[in-house]
């Protein structure tokens, strides 16, 4: 054992990338703190393979368009079962040389997680885009068609050409060849991305609808019917950003 090696910076060493030798001499450490160190160490060698694996099987739609030279869009919404607020959808290409392995279906993620994945996102892949319908608009289509039109404005409003959708669980009116993924955000790196851009984007609205109108907690329930949304409307009313076809809020309406 080097003397000069304090479990201190052995761990320090360990957050870096150790040689094959220094693991090999470490484990030969008796000491009580670095055996510790290695089962933390080798926990999270485990954690990463684990997730290295799970990136590449969903990668398998994107890898198989790129072998045709071809481009694909991973499209997703949020927003479908809230009484109040937009139904936003994202579109997210993405190329040979993205590698943020933590991205998933944004529904598997805390919103710290989500936030902070949202600007290196943006900026690793090749582009992205929103699409946007409003409560009203909802109300006249239904939430289904909403849905599909928040899409089909994501796709068109990309810069990129496309070859191809890959879609969460739907179709769009667009004349493009469309994979419909079941469970399409926990199957596709690009759907994942697209689920946590359109997230992160809808949070960020509803955030900005509950300055504009306070007492239904906008801020903490995203406008799903929490207890204190349901009060709020209970003691304040409807607002311009609740969906009046929806029925707690339609017992409401004057």
Known sequence: MNRKETIGLIKGLLKGDPTADD?????????????????????????????????????VFE???????????????????????????????IDESFDMTIVHDSKQLTEKTRLKLDQELREKVVDFAFGIVDA?????????????????????????PLDGLLIDAMTVDLPLPQEKLIKGDDRSISIGAASILA????????????????????????????????????????????????????KHLK
């Open 23 to 59: 693991l090999i001499r470490w484990r030969q450490d008796q000491r009580i703190g670095v055996k510790k160190l290695l089962v933390q160490y080798d926990k999270q060698q485990e954690k990463e393979r684990h997730q290295n694996q799970a990136f590449e099987n969903r990668l």
């Open 63 to 93: 890898k198989q368009a790129w072998q045709r030279g071809a481009q694909l869009a991973g499209v997703d919404e949020v927003g479908r079962g809230p009484l109040a607020g937009p139904v936003v959808a994202a579109a997210v290409v």
């Open 136 to 160: 009203e608009q909802i109300d006249s289509l239904n939430i289904y068609e909403a849905s599909r039109v928040a899409m089909r404005l994501a796709i068109e409003s990309l810069h990129v």
């Open 199 to 250: 997230k992160n984007y809808r949070d960020t609205l509803m955030k900005d609808f509950a300055m504009q109108y306070p007492g239904y907690g906008f801020e903490r329930n995203a406008g799903y019917g929490t207890a204190e949304h349901l009060a709020g409307l209970a003691t304040l009313g409807v607002t311009p950003i609740h969906r009046k076809t929806f029925s707690p809020v339609k």
